[in-house]
């Protein structure tokens, strides 16, 4: 310092002891970021706990995987319960794994199925405190399961093992930081998926890009309309609210005949306000108000958003249902309806989260759309050999609310069959240890429709576990997990693959049709009875010589007699082809696989296949005589596509 002018000097102390303070400070902030910060290590880590995400952690937990489920509010089960949501939709006759489970417990607790049946718009309707209790109930029977609330994320990285770590925070700015080996995105948004760098699309894709011929001319960024439910209780007395700011009755004056009603959207679609209020109606004088037709429905775009934003857009949704809530007082008649006090935790007791109809659609192995629903056994890719999920809803869009609206597909629920949902659409193309579920998944803008729906994303959230599981536990990379494998785990634990309605859930026939179906040795068929979407494997009727041909597809050299396609298969017929296959495969030997068909046959009839061999074999006989002994479900493992792997 010495050789420096005294003005120099001073500035270098002076320069000396502001890095001293702002070393000390950092230092100190250092020591308070990490006084705040929380760290922990889990095999599978479930960021979110919605409907996917308590059923993904759930299956990996009883496969033996540690979990852990980080969930932003402190309620578990989503848009079943924290977005109140509490109809459920589809699937009343498909009770597939969870989605059967958490059927059980709601009519446990209210006594029976028909104790559910509140309201028209759904079998199944129940109070979201009722299904909140249920999924925390079910989560906390689970040793290998651990649930963290309060912590939204905020960055994930993958590390260079291929490991995960994420950065969540809460409202009181303190982190949580989560190392885990596997991750699967349940976010009602997508937001983990963003985080993590894999590609997806927002909104309508056109025509031309999907080959949907309900689509769109052109492709566009529209979302389907958020609801903020409103979960009103009679009180027996007047429980008016103010008049909210901005409130206009025209708003919602064609959800209902009522004198406002003057020009109304959707003149086909009227009801009365009675039909329009028991709509949504809950146990114990509840109701659920979720009301399309010019109710509560508000149209955003949140998924591209910050956090800040979505938090100040969702006041203007949060305004409308009470706009809503006033007209249904006031113009309606119902002041004894107020909001209920008993469910929510929330200062204006409206549900933690609205209900989100569309999310970001990530760029999965396989993209799924309308048109492998509509025809599933005459695209380019056989895609229902690996189902692993169920549904039979109509495609639902909800657009109303839309500036604009008029000219988007109008597909208020537009007929299909009912479907399986392949594996590939919850992998991202190109990532390893990471899953996406919730309604992230890999489909058409169109097909979402459907594949939104609770029942549907409960069983998606149960094969993301069971990938993540397999991954995990045989030490395998996510995209090399055999799809017979989890399919295998899927049927295990109560799942379906196919939407068949042939066989009892739990039955030996039940897996038997499920394990044939999934090879396409017989196909079903869809049917639309009134409003339910069926499909049949038609296990009953007969087997006719056309329908040996799929016998083909599995083993190419089979050349079963079809001379006269319409003619019935004899028993003895069918038993000499799968004997002639299990002696070709190399499966058994000639007199083993005579012993083994004529004592499956036994097994199934009671009687000897010499006394029936001049009957007519049905289709559900000739599935089992196939599974039992040659096992083609097992034996002729599939690619993610479909396609059978050669060896």
Not at 120 to 148: C, D, H, R, Y
Not at 479 to 497: E, T
Request: glycine fraction near 8%.
């Amino acid at each position: 310092l010495h050789l420096l002018s005294r003005r120099q000097r001073q500035m270098c102390i002076r320069d000396s002891y502001i890095i001293c303070v702002v070393s000390l400070m950092l230092t100190m902030g250092n020591s308070f970021a990490k006084a705040n910060t929380t760290t922990t290590e889990t095999d599978l880590l479930v960021v979110g706990g919605g409907a996917s995400g308590v059923s993904a952690a759930v299956q990996a937990s009883r496969m033996g995987i540690e979990t852990l489920i980080v969930e932003e509010s402190t309620w578990l089960g989503g848009m079943l319960t924290a977005a109140g949501v509490s109809a459920i939709d589809g699937n009343y006759g498909l009770r597939a794994g969870f989605w059967g489970e958490f059927l059980d417990q709601l009519v446990n607790h209210y006594g029976s199925y028909e104790a559910l049946k509140t309201g028209w718009v759904s079998n199944v309707q129940f109070e979201p405190s009722v299904g909140n209790n249920i999924m925390k109930a079910i989560v906390a029977k689970e040793k290998n399961l651990s649930v963290t609330y309060g912590f939204y994320p905020v960055a994930v990285k993958q590390n260079e093992d291929k490991s995960w770590t994420l950065t969540a925070q809460n409202d009181k700015n303190e982190q949580l930081t989560v190392h885990a080996k596997f991750i699967i995105d349940a976010t009602e948004l997508g937001d983990v998926a963003k985080m993590a760098g894999i590609k997806y699309d927002v909104g309508m894709e056109a025509r031309a890009n999907t080959g949907e011929e309900i689509a769109p001319e052109v492709s566009n960024n529209i979302v389907q309309d958020i609801t903020y439910v409103a979960t009103l209780k009679d009180y027996g007395k007047d429980m008016s609210i103010s008049k909210p700011e901005g409130y206009d009755p025209q708003e919602y004056a064609g959800c209902c005949i009522n004198p406002l009603c003057i020009n109304p959207k959707e003149p086909d679609r009227l009801r009365t306000k009675e039909d329009m209020m028991t709509y949504g109606a809950l146990p114990n004088n509840k109701y659920m108000i979720n009301w399309p037709i010019e109710g509560n429905d508000f149209y955003v775009n949140l998924i591209d958003m910050t956090r800040s934003e979505r938090i100040e857009a969702l006041k203007s949704a949060k305004l409308f249902t009470m706009g809503f809530v006033y007209f249904i007082q006031h113009e309606l008649g119902y002041k004894n309806l107020g909001l209920a006090d008993d469910e929510y935790p929330t200062a204006d007791k409206l549900p933690f989260i609205p209900y989100h109809r569309e999310s970001r659609r990530i760029h999965g192995d396989i993209r799924f759309n309308y048109n492998y629903v509509k025809a599933p056994y005459s695209q380019p890719l056989p895609l229902y050999r690996t189902n692993i999920a169920v549904g039979d809803y109509p495609v639902d869009h909800h657009h109303t609310r839309y500036n604009g609206y008029e000219a988007l597909p109008r597909l208020y629920f537009h007929p299909i069959p009912s479907f399986g949902l392949p594996l590939g659409t919850i992998i991202p193309k190109g990532y390893e240890n990471i899953l996406v579920a919730e309604k992230s998944i890999s489909v058409s803008n169109i097909i979402n429709g459907t594949t939104r729906l609770q029942p549907v994303v409960l069983q998606i959230g149960t094969a993301a576990g069971t990938l993540a599981a397999l991954s995990l536990r045989d030490n395998l990379s996510t995209h090399k997990v055999p799809v017979r494998d989890v399919q295998n785990a899927i049927l295990a634990s109560g799942g379906y693959l196919q939407p068949y309605l042939d066989a009892e859930k739990g039955t030996e026939m039940f897996a038997t049709l499920q394990r044939i179906g999934s090879t396409g040795i017989l196909k079903g068929v869809g049917r639309k009875v009134d409003w339910t979407n069926q499909f049949w494997l038609r296990a009953d009727t007969t087997l006719l010589q056309s329908e040996l041909a799929g016998l083909q597809e599995v083993y190419p050299y089979c050349q079963p007699t079809m001379t006269h396609p319409q003619k019935a298969v004899t028993v003895s017929q069918a038993l000499d082809l799968v004997r002639n296959i299990a002696v070709h495969e190399g499966i058994k030997s000639k007199k083993e696989a005579t012993n083994a068909t004529n004592a499956a046959w036994m097994k199934l009839t009671g009687h000897t296949a010499k006394a029936d061999k001049e009957q007519e074999i049905t289709r559900g006989q000739y599935a089992y005589i196939i599974d039992k002994v040659l096992d083609p479900f097992n034996r002729k493992p599939v690619d993610i596509e479909g396609n059978f792997i050669q060896p």
